[in-house]
């Protein structure tokens, strides 16, 4: 339960995110935007930019793996510069999600989980209510960041492009005509 809750989205979401990516350097490209001027995008000045938003889509679908499974999970120290650094970082983390063994990840949601932040707040809860209020809403609110700034930074991208993995899901011959 607690692996089909998480890593399936997880790695869902960036696939979705890597196909975003590409998109915008596409775009970026044609559009005369470097790089660099994407990495640094943000929405607001007290935001993050883009490569802080990627590199925390990464972080935030790791940590249950630390918590729940109890696996070393890498630390990604530092934001991509580039497109090619961004990609690197969502393949790696989809490497990882593809080699976690569901059963590590536990059936039991009711076991304690102890959620500790730098701060020095302590949330005492559930393994299913930390997956459920922690670990899916961080992680699709960095997810959502992230395609809110390419969005911003004028990339054509739409609701099938963020959930692009919905179309393996498509009846055949439901499509509308183009």
């Not at 089909?4 to 998109?23: F, H, I, K, M």
């Not at 793996?65 to 989809?94: N, S």
Request: hydrophobic share 50%; proline share 7%.
């Amino acid at each position: 339960m607690l692996y089909d809750l998480t890593v399936p989205a997880y790695q869902n979401g960036l696939g979705a995110l890597s196909g975003e990516l590409s998109r915008a350097l596409a775009w970026g490209t044609e559009n005369s935007i470097g790089e660099l001027q994407f990495a640094a995008a943000r929405l607001a000045p007290d935001m993050f930019p883009l490569a802080a938003q990627v590199r925390y889509s990464c972080v935030q679908a790791l940590q249950p793996l630390a918590r729940l499974a109890d696996m070393t999970i890498p630390d990604f120290p530092d934001d991509a510069v580039d497109f090619a650094g961004m990609q690197d970082q969502v393949a790696a983390t989809l490497a990882i999600l593809d080699a976690v063994d569901p059963a590590a990840m536990g059936k039991d949601g009711d076991r304690p989980i102890s959620l500790d932040l730098p701060n020095g707040m302590v949330f005492d809860m559930t393994a299913l209510a930390y997956v459920r209020d922690w670990a899916q809403p961080q992680f699709h609110f960095h997810r959502v960041a992230a395609y809110a700034v390419m969005r911003h930074m004028g990339v054509p991208l739409g609701k099938a492009d963020y959930a692009a993995y919905m179309m393996r899901h498509l009846r055949p011959g439901t499509a509308p005509a183009a």
